[in-house]
């Protein structure tokens, strides 16, 4: 790939992005090959959903995972990020039925088969745009491995798992109660369920007995669910109740008898210490109704209207049946009071539709044996979860864990490998597809409808995605892969599932590392969300900005678990970095172009400034190295930008332009380590900007004197090593101090408000560095526009009356006639008066001396001493007169 004549002035991200992109693509750089001789390093993109749009989780996703990527690629791994999109289930369906309704279509109008067919087309679209906005990232992913999880690969994957699980008694079917979710519906899993803090109502409502005229009063949130109580228990210890146990009482509104029976699990303390048991809506009381042999009374239709159990209210919506309900029982005499209640309600996780707890028939894995060997993996260390706290956290939720509920009432996903006999009633579990009753041989089976939870198969993308259960040659060399990096909010909904399933399956974990990000907020730290308007979309971001700037600023102030904010400073910062990046290889490049070269650089006989580069780049590159390792990629990118920004471009560069002047002392060329120090910068930058310094390092590289060793590009060029022997304490102490005497030279001035232009005076005591510091007098002067310098052998002690600034530094110490700082414009003023005072006393003594009365009648020594108080004056007046101009 060629370059332009000559760098253009500034950096024009537009320009070059995708031109290297493409380059990349060509070259086949993102393509990771199995080579025994290389360390594999794996990450498995997390699964971007099929529901739309790219937003600033996915740009730092993408980042992260890149940086980790392309830093693995340059140290000589074969290097495979694999990426790929998750079919997504529910949400997906969602969406695609929003849009259908807008159309006026539905799902059952069109059947299985069309409506299968519009979600296909629309996950084609979606990835194709996922895919687009990747490139638009940079995203260094081997593309040719992408997959989808309804692929037959990933597919043949869950369906094999569910038969090993099936077979090993792991999964069953049951009735258990589940979240519904009326406008989807259909069953969802726990983590699927969204639980907001809202205030409704208690309502106290009395019982009677059966027999004789006593009552009983429970108290219940929600009072339609009265028409599906099977008992009333309380607990065995409350004296209050304890001659009502075993007795009958009347449910009101459907005149049904119910048992008063004791249950451990009711507390006393709530409401009346009498509670209403609704086995088939409540997952505690369904457990009280197992317990106590109680039956199941379903009142709810698939759409949370009343069915026929619920007598009068048959038909009703489920809030038109409470108030109807609420009505009777006040005309009854049977509503106690009411009171306001503050609890916890779940809601629809993707269309915040209120859930039903319902009994109900489903799919679940029994989760305990798969949980136990997943917990051991992290207690031993063979994972390890980044920050370290969410470990105690995933421990505790795995050691609480609950079966599985995984199936799912919907038709966009894996259809359950289940096959209903209709002749002997007999299950036929199957990866393949079978033609008939694994019992009866009858050809009359049906597939169960449903489809898995699309969290099964993400479950298995560390495996399904390089193979497995096939013994493909990917499996062996890329799995386990080594680092799980995602967002922290869904450790349980994925990680956890991952380790569990890949386990099972393998034998083996999953990833060795889980790295958990935080989240991104906007400036003021609110959570980014469509409703509330302040999303970044970052396509327009990076339009405006640049790719690297967005990247840049996404990882500014990230830590794992923590979230962090982005602000437009950040992105402003972004840019401004490419910006000086740009400047300074424009610099380079042009000072090579106009015939500047280079020696070998031998240390020992470079100057300070030099050795002192080295010794700041060798650190930076040690540094960065061991932060990588240790997932700290905000604070590796910060030290890149403080060693470039600070170290190499305002104090090496601007130090080298001396040295470059035709008129500069005789000193070596620091060609050779600028070029040096700029390639080597730009290697260890690209993981995080990789446009950019693909760009500047290109350019650099075409007009490299020879014997410059470079690879075809800086993507695939060797991650810099530290080189220990480059550190030079002696040169970095001379440094920092003539940096600190700059430093505060500018900072005076600045607070001393001196014009830019003007030149100040100042003393230099550089104590035991003071031959060191001397020899930058040019560069002292130059930097902080001081003159003259002059360099003091002993701390200077400001006499009495003597108007000075001294600046006590770690080492040395400044002294400025605060004389010389005068702003300019007072002194201006000043001058003027004076010469305006002067002129008028010159014309006073020139017209007394041409007085004829004056000279007559005066001393001759008062007339003398008349003429040389003119002489003074005039003299004074060319002299303020020349300070003027
Ligand atoms: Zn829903
Ligand atoms: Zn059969």
């Not at 687009?132 to 043949?156: A, I, K, M, N, V």
């Not at 949130?221 to 028409?227: A, G, K, Q, S, V």
């Not at 099977?230 to 009958?248: E, Q, Y």
């Not at 009777?328 to 209120?354: A, F, N």
Request: with cysteine; hydrophobic share 40%.
């Amino acid at each position: 790939m060629s370059i332009q004549e000559e760098m253009p002035k500034a950096y024009e991200p537009g320009k070059v992005e995708q031109k290297w992109y493409d380059f990349w693509l060509e070259k086949n750089y993102f393509r990771a090959e199995i080579d025994p001789d290389k360390e594999p390093f794996v990450i498995i993109l997390p699964l971007f959903n099929v529901t739309g749009e790219l937003h600033l989780g996915h740009v730092l996703v993408v980042t992260l995972q890149d940086i980790m990527t392309r830093w693995h690629r340059m140290k000589g791994e074969s290097a495979l990020w694999l990426p790929g999109t998750d079919h997504a289930g529910i949400a997906a369906q969602v969406v695609v039925e929003r849009l259908l309704a807008k159309e006026g279509l539905d799902r059952h109008q069109m059947g299985r088969e069309k409506f299968t067919e519009r979600m296909y087309q629309w996950a084609e679209k979606c990835q194709q745009t996922i895919a687009e906005q990747h490139h638009r990232l940079g995203s260094s992913c081997d593309w040719s491995r992408e997959y989808f999880t309804l692929d037959e690969g990933p597919s043949r994957a869950v369906r094999t798992v569910f038969v090993n699980l099936y077979n090993k008694g792991l999964i069953y079917r049951g009735e258990r109660i589940i979240n519904w979710c009326p406008r989807c519906a259909t069953a969802l899993s726990d983590l699927e369920v969204e639980h907001k803090e809202l205030t409704g109502h208690l309502w106290y409502v009395r019982y009677p007995l059966a027999e004789g005229n006593g009552f009983i009063t429970v108290a219940t949130t929600r009072p339609e669910t009265i028409l599906g109580d099977t008992a009333v228990a309380v607990n065995p210890k409350d004296k209050r109740f304890k001659t009502m146990i075993g007795k009958k009482v009347v449910l009101p509104a459907v005149n049904r008898e119910i048992p008063i029976v004791a249950d451990e699990a009711v507390d006393p303390a709530f409401g009346t210490g009498a509670v209403k048991i609704t086995p088939a809506h409540d997952p505690v009381d369904f457990e009280v109704s197992q317990r106590q042999g109680l039956s199941l009374i379903n009142i709810l239709n698939p759409d949370a209207t009343m069915n026929e159990n619920a007598g009068p209210y048959t038909g009703l919506d489920r809030y038109a049946c409470r108030e109807a309900i609420v009505a009777d029982l006040e005309k009854d005499g049977l509503l106690v009071k009411i009171e306001p209640y503050g609890h916890s309600v779940g809601h629809c996780d993707r269309c915040q539709t209120v859930v039903e707890p319902i009994a109900s028939e489903q799919w679940f894995v029994k989760i305990k044996p798969l949980a136990e060997p997943a917990i051991d993996a992290v207690v031993d260390g063979r994972i390890t979860i980044v920050p370290s706290h969410f470990t105690k956290v995933y421990l505790n939720w795995m050691e609480n864990i609950r079966d599985w509920c995984i199936s799912r009432q919907l038709w966009w996903g894996h259809q359950i490998p289940v096959w209903y006999c209709q002749d002997c009633a007999e299950l036929t579990v199957a990866v393949n597809e079978p033609e008939t009753c694994q019992h009866c041989d009858s050809a009359n089976i049906e597939q169960d409808p449903d489809v898995l939870d699309t969290w099964f198969s993400s479950a298995l993308v560390t495996h399904s995605t390089l193979g497995w259960p096939g013994d493909t040659d990917d499996l062996r060399y890329f799995y386990p892969t080594a680092v799980m990096e995602t967002a922290y909010d869904i450790l349980f909904f994925w990680v956890a599932r991952m380790i569990m399933m890949g386990l099972e399956d393998t034998g083996d974990v999953p990833f060795r590392t889980v790295y958990l990000h935080g989240l991104i907020r906007d400036e003021r730290g609110v959570k980014m969300s469509k409703v509330r308007g302040n999303v970044l979309d970052p396509i327009d971001t990076l339009e405006e900005y640049g790719t690297d700037a967005l990247r840049f600023a996404v990882i500014v102030g990230t830590s794992a678990g923590i979230d962090s904010k982005l602000s437009p400073d950040k992105l402003e910062a972004g840019r401004n970095f490419a910006n000086k990046l740009w400047n300074a290889t424009r610099f380079v490049v042009r000072s090579i172009e106009m015939g500047q070269t280079g020696t070998e650089i031998q240390r020992d006989l470079l100057p300070t400034e030099d050795r002192w580069i080295l010794s700041r780049l060798n650190r930076t590159v040690s540094s960065v190295g061991k932060l990588l390792e240790d997932f700290q990629f905000a604070e590796a990118q910060r030290q890149i930008y403080e060693f470039l920004w600070r170290d190499f471009c305002d104090w090496y560069i601007e130090l080298a332009k001396v040295r470059l002047r035709p008129d500069a002392a005789e000193s070596p060329s620091p060609m050779s380590v600028l070029i040096h120090v700029l390639e080597t910068s730009l290697r260890l930058l690209h993981p995080f900007m990789p446009f950019v310094t693909e760009e500047l390092w290109q350019n650099l590289k075409e007009r490299l004197p020879s014997g410059w060793q470079t690879s075809e590009s800086v993507m695939v060029a060797a991650y810099p090593q530290p080189d220990e022997t480059a550190v030079d304490p002696e040169s970095e102490r001379v440094m920092e101090a003539m940096i600190e005497i700059i430093h505060s030279i500018r900072n005076a001035r600045a607070q001393h408000k001196v014009e830019s232009t003007r030149w100040i005076e100042a003393q230099v005591y550089g104590g035991k560095l003071t031959s060191a510091i001397a020899s930058y007098s040019q560069a002292i002067q130059t930097l902080a526009r001081v003159r003259p310098v002059t360099f003091l052998e002993k701390r200077r002690e400001a006499s009495a009356g003597e108007d000075v600034l001294v600046l006590v530094l770690k080492e040395t110490e400044v002294v400025i006639p605060r004389e010389s700082m005068a702003n300019l414009e007072a002194e201006r003023k000043r001058l003027q008066k004076d010469i305006e005072q002067t002129q008028a006393a010159v014309a006073r003594l020139e017209a007394r001396l041409k007085d004829k009365a004056f000279l007559t009648k005066a001393p001759v020594v008062v007339v003398d001493k008349e003429r040389q108080k003119l002489m003074e004056g005039k003299a004074r007046l060319e002299k303020l007169r020349q300070e003027s101009i």
